[in-house]
Structures are given as structure tokens and as C-alpha cells.
């Protein structure tokens, strides 16, 4: 009698570095549309193709006017509004009418004859209006590379003009029950039968998965039989399971039918319950023995079935909760069970939690966000600083992976987050939008790895380290250059205005767009201002802010602004003409301790990477030729 016994009795991740490197999986992919892609798994970056809303709408019902003509209105003057000329009946949605930049809730106005309304409360430019790219702009990343698609995903990848996506093929996995004394569940059951539901487990799996799963007809424990039916299965599926006859039994004939079709590389391996696994390959395909008995089947199909064949669609998918600490003080109504949004970072051993938007018209942040903070009802909130319980949305293995970057915006980050990924999908970057002395509080309350800055020092024209050394004194960091890039004026190609400065902003009386308070760009254009002598009130719309470059120039194309303030990768995405005023330093900085991370050395070699060198040429206005060097403070 032939020696069935084990062969070998494997660590488990060795076992599964060896027989993944023996099998060379190759993931293939294919163009599907983007409103059949929940649970698949994106093959490349997605960015919109169009902004989102792609025209200025009211947020409200309401009316639209013009902001300049609601000053002075309070609650003990009022102000008259003739239809037509100060005022447009508009409902939410509706697009606002040429001329008119507000809109005032209907519940803040009073009907005063069929043409005219009176109205108690003025209201400033932009109030209650969803501008273009509130949600999404143009060209923004909404998911990266081997990203699990979820219905806000799609949502927001359909809001983005985008209707076809890539995605990895999903592998067909065959499932074949074997055994003597197994039956189907049915009405007349005897002793001795065993309800077979092995396999209805398996296939509940693949598909939660994300993979699709074949289950064959139960296969009597014949050795010419199991051969016959897994040649079949090997002939029409990319992965095959055989359940079970995997052990070393008088009648477990998985070993010799592998053996026989193709070649048996493990059979054996340390875990408990779960040791009499079969990993094999007939025709270069996986096929893989699992124990008859339950738990075993489970723990065999959890911790090696999976593994292996997410290598297919370069994915592997976990849920967990942990404990996080907030960032940020999260108050609510006390009316209802709140979700908030977050995002998470490990920051020093430590979980750190950042809240995200939490209107209902902000769909990117249900797609950026990692987990999902409950409050409960009748309960006010909590502070920063306190732990909360978490429900993520990604691994915690993902999390650990994330690089944490808060800070200035740049298109280029977007291009970095895309391109990191694609090097190495174990890796993430995670970065927030909030400004140049954002990204500096950050830094100093230890809530983020890494920041992005370009802050002019206005007495010694020097970029970022004044400030580190004022506003972060004490910490060891390190300042690592970045990019130089030009910032200016974005304006039309089709303007019927002549614009070659600053100073013509203001000799035109151009409508301007800004960035927020607190951006390295806000803090240039305030430089440039005073320079040439003028003050902000002479700029109409300075207090327009937006969070993006792309938002900016978004506003600029679709006609909301004369002109604004950005970089030249901005103005060239959205195709408009750029004026500039200066280059600038935009660089990195972080604690020297998270120079020896895997994901910011993922990072650092992404941006340092011919590849990504070559994109930066194409966006235009960078140069790196000091990319990468240190400056340690």
C-alpha cells in the first residue's frame, strides 16, 4: 500500500510564499460599466472627466439675487426685491440664473405683492449656492488602483462623467464535494446520510469575496470518479477546491487524483484545525484540497483559499473595529443616531481619527473616509482627545500601510497617491487638503506622518522653516524638497479682458477667486497684493475661498470668476491661459522618526521615480532638480 501519510508541515505564510511563487499568478482585466462594478476591483486610477455639480445650483429652495442688493437687511430693517430684476424663483437644484450669486431660503422671505418680496436678512456672495466641483472637480481621483468598488464609489464615479471603468477578472472558482455518505438536504433523510453544506459555505465565501464560484455535483469516493470530475473542473475554471478526502484515510483519494492530473507541492501544514490541506496545480491552475470537517474547511478557506486567490484580483478584503482616538470635538443633535465620516491614521502607536465632512451633498467623503464613527442618539458628542470604537472600512493592515499627509494641495499628490499604489498595492497615501499652517497644527498635535507646505516668510523671502522653527520649535524634523512649481493667474482662453497682473485685477474690476485662509497661496497672493500696493478689499471676490487648485480653476473655466490664483498644473488641466507672478518651494516635512516607514520610503521612491518625473513634465510647471534632499532642523 502506498504511503499516504503527510509530506511536509509547513509554517503557514511560508507555505503560502511557496506555493503562490510556484504558481505565477497573473491577474488579467476587463472594461466593464461603472454602474455593474460593486464589489470588483479597479485595475487602474479612476478620474473624473467632469466636475460635479457641473453648474452652479441653488442648494435650497428659495430665491436667487444678488448679495450686494440684500445689505442692510436685518430684523428691524427690511429690504424690498422686484422679480426679474433682484430676484429669480429657484428650487433646489435648479441652476442660478445669470447675474445672481445668492439664493435666501423661503422661509426667510415674505411675499409682498406678485412682483416683489421682502426679505429681513442679507446674505453674502455664494451663500446657499452648491458651486461647480463642490462635490468633485474635474480630474480628481475618486478611487486608485485596487480599490474594492462600493455604491459610493459608483455614485461618485457616475457624478464624475465617468460611465466605463478597468477592473481585474474576476477567477471562476470550481468547488467539488466528495464523499460516500454526503447527500443533498432533502425530505427523506436516513441514518447514516450527511447533509452536504460544505460547499454551499465555499461558495458564500468566493462570492463575499468577490469572486464567482462553480459547484459541481457530489462526487462518490471513487478515485477514476474524483479524477474524472476534477479534470473537468481544472478544463473549465481558474482555481479548483476539492472537499474533502484531503487527510491520509483509507478512502481520501485528493492526493492521488492531484498527483495524477498534475503535482501536489504541500500537503501538510501547521495550523489547527486545518493541518491535512492539499495545495496543488494541475495545468498551472490552483487546486486546493480542503478537510471535510467543518471548522477545518473554514480556517483552511479564510487563511489559505483566500489568499491565494485574491492574487487574481489583487485584493485581499478584511472587516475589523478598533479603538481610535478623535482629533478633532464631534458634536451632535441629540435627535438621531449620527454617522460621521473619518478618516484614520496610525500616528506613534496610536490610532488618530479625523472627522470628514458631514453634509449630505459631499458624496468624496464616503469614498475617502476609512471608517465610520456612531454616535448615538440623545448623546451630545465627543471630545478631542477621547477614544472612540471605530467601524472601518478598510483593514487595519491598511491603515498601518497608510501614509498620513496633511496639508497644502497639489494635482501632483493625487498623481503620487495613484502611482504609490500602483508600485506596490500594500502601500497608501492618505492626504488631506487643509492648507500650508493646517498641515503646520497638524504636525505640531502629532495627527499626521508627513505635511506639504510652501509658506514665504515676507521679511526674508524664505520658504517653510521660519515658520517650522516659530510654530513647531522643539521637535526633531526634517525638511525634504519637493518640487519648485509657478503659481499665477488662471484665466480663460476665450476672456474679452486683458490681464498681465495683479494690478489688473484690480484696474478691471475682474471677479477673483481665492484660496483658503490659512493656504500657502493665500499667503502668496497677500504678499504679491502688498507688494504692488493694493489692498484686499480692491480685489472683488477675495473672500471667495475654495480648498483646491483644481477647485480654483474649475470655477475660472465654467465662468464663475474672472480669474484666480493657482498653479500652472491646475490652469493646464482645465485648459485656460496662466499669468505668472512667482515659483515657489513646495516641500515636505515631517518628524525625522517616520523617515524609516516602508509606506513613506514606498513615497519617497514613487516621487523620486523617473516615472513620476516624466508625469510632472507633462502637468507642467514643476522642476525637481532638488527633489529628495534633507534638511534636518
Keep these: 500500500m502506498k504511503d499516504k501519510t503527510y509530506l511536509t508541515n509547513y509554517d503557514i505564510n511560508e507555505a503560502l510564499d511557496t506555493y503562490t511563487k510556484l504558481l505565477n499568478i497573473k491577474e488579467s482585466t476587463e472594461e466593464i460599466g461603472t454602474k455593474d462594478s460593486l464589489g470588483r476591483i479597479s485595475s487602474e486610477g479612476v478620474y473624473a472627466k467632469i466636475s460635479n455639480p457641473f453648474y452652479n445650483c441653488s442648494a435650497m429652495d428659495g430665491i436667487a439675487v444678488k448679495a450686494v442688493k440684500t445689505h442692510g437687511a436685518n430684523e428691524k430693517n427690511y429690504v424690498i426685491l422686484e422679480k426679474g430684476t433682484d430676484y429669480a424663483e429657484v428650487d433646489t437644484g435648479d441652476p442660478i440664473p445669470e447675474n445672481f450669486d445668492a439664493v435666501i431660503m423661503i422661509e426667510d422671505v415674505i411675499k409682498e405683492s406678485e412682483t416683489s418680496v421682502r426679505i429681513y436678512k442679507s446674505v453674502s456672495t455664494w451663500e446657499n449656492i452648491r458651486s461647480l466641483g463642490e462635490d468633485i472637480v474635474e480630474s480628481t481621483l475618486i478611487i486608485g488602483k485596487n480599490h474594492k468598488i462600493r455604491p459610493v464609489d459608483i455614485g461618485a464615479m457616475i457624478a464624475g462623467g465617468v460611465s466605463k471603468i478597468n477592473v481585474y477578472k474576476k477567477p471562476l472558482v470550481g468547488i467539488i464535494p466528495t464523499g460516500d455518505e454526503i447527500v443533498e438536504v432533502n425530505d427523506n433523510l436516513k441514518i447514516g446520510d450527511i447533509i452536504e453544506f460544505n460547499s454551499k459555505m465555499f461558495a458564500a465565501q468566493i462570492?463575499?469575496?468577490?469572486?464567482?464560484?462553480?459547484?459541481?455535483?457530489?462526487?462518490?469516493?471513487?478515485?477514476?470518479?474524483?479524477?474524472a470530475v476534477l479534470e473537468k473542473a481544472s478544463r473549465e475554471c481558474d482555481v479548483v477546491i476539492i472537499n474533502a478526502g484531503s487527510s491520509a484515510g483509507r478512502e481520501?483519494?485528493?492526493?492521488?487524483?492531484?498527483?495524477?492530473?498534475?503535482e501536489v507541492h504541500i500537503h501538510g501544514i501547521a495550523i489547527k484545525p486545518g493541518k491535512p490541506a492539499i495545495l496543488g496545480e494541475i495545468s498551472g491552475k490552483p487546486v486546493i484540497g480542503v478537510p471535510g470537517y467543518p471548522v477545518s474547511a473554514y480556517f483552511v478557506m479564510e487563511n489559505i483559499v483566500k489568499p491565494v486567490i485574491s492574487k487574481y484580483i489583487n485584493f485581499f478584503d478584511e472587516k475589523e473595529e478598533i479603538e481610535a482616538v478623535l482629533s478633532r470635538?464631534?458634536?451632535?443633535s441629540l435627535k438621531y443616531l449620527e454617522f460621521i465620516r473619518v478618516k484614520i491614521g496610525l500616528v506613534d502607536d496610536k490610532y488618530i481619527a479625523t472627522p470628514l465632512q458631514r453634509g449630505a451633498g459631499t458624496t468624496m467623503s464616503l469614498v475617502n473616509c476609512d471608517g465610520v464613527l456612531e454616535i448615538p442618539q440623545n448623546y451630545e458628542g465627543y471630545e478631542k482627545g477621547e477614544t472612540v470604537k471605530i467601524k472601518l472600512l478598510k483593514t487595519q493592515k491598511e491603515i498601518k500601510n497608510t501614509l498620513v499627509l496633511i496639508g497644502s494641495h497639489d494635482p501632483i499628490l493625487d498623481t503620487a497617491s495613484d502611482m504609490m499604489k500602483n508600485r506596490n498595492f500594500r502601500y497608501t497615501l492618505s492626504s488631506a487638503h487643509v492648507g500650508s499652517m493646517g498641515g503646520i497644527t497638524a504636525l505640531r498635535n502629532e495627527e499626521c506622518h508627513i505635511s506639504t507646505m510652501h509658506l514665504l516668510d515676507e521679511e526674508t523671502g524664505e520658504y517653510n522653516i521660519p515658520f517650522i522653527k516659530k510654530y513647531i520649535p522643539g521637535k526633531e524634523l526634517v525638511l525634504i524638497k519637493f518640487v519648485k512649481r509657478t503659481q499665477g493667474i488662471m484665466v480663460r482662453k476665450d476672456r474679452q479682458?486683458?490681464?498681465?497682473?495683479?494690478?489688473?485685477?484690480?484696474?478691471?474690476?475682474?471677479?477673483?477667486?481665492?484660496?483658503?485662509?490659512?493656504s500657502g497661496t493665500r499667503l502668496l497672493f497677500d504678499y504679491e497684493l502688498k507688494k504692488a500696493g493694493i489692498s484686499p478689499g480692491e480685489i472683488r471676490g477675495y473672500d471667495r475661498e475654495e480648498m483646491t487648485h483644481l477647485t480654483v480653476a474649475a470655477a475660472v473655466k465654467n465662468g464663475?470668476?474672472?480669474?484666480?490664483?493657482?498653479?500652472?498644473?491646475?490652469?493646464?488641466?482645465?485648459?485656460?491661459?496662466?499669468i505668472p507672478i512667482g515659483d515657489e518651494h513646495y516641500d515636505l516635512v515631517m518628524p525625522v522618526k517616520y523617515l524609516g516607514l516602508e509606506s513613506f520610503l514606498e513615497f519617497l521612491n514613487t516621487i523620486k521615480s523617473d516615472k513620476y518625473k516624466k508625469q510632472l513634465d507633462k502637468m507642467g510647471g514643476y522642476a525637481y532638480d532638488e527633489l529628495g534632499e534633507m534638511i534636518y532642523l
Design 497 to 518: 479682458f486683458s490681464v498681465n497682473s495683479i494690478e489688473d485685477i484690480k484696474n478691471n474690476n475682474l471677479s477673483f477667486v481665492n484660496r483658503q485662509k490659512g
Design 560 to 578: 464663475d470668476a474672472d480669474c484666480g490664483i493657482g498653479v500652472y498644473s491646475a490652469a493646464n488641466i482645465m485648459n485656460l491661459d496662466f
Design 329 to 332: 470635538r464631534v458634536m451632535s
Design 207 to 227: 462570492n463575499e469575496w468577490g469572486m464567482d464560484s462553480k459547484v459541481y455535483g457530489i462526487t462518490k469516493d471513487k478515485k477514476e470518479d474524483i479524477i
Design 252 to 262: 481520501d483519494y485528493t492526493y492521488d487524483a492531484v498527483s495524477a492530473l498534475g
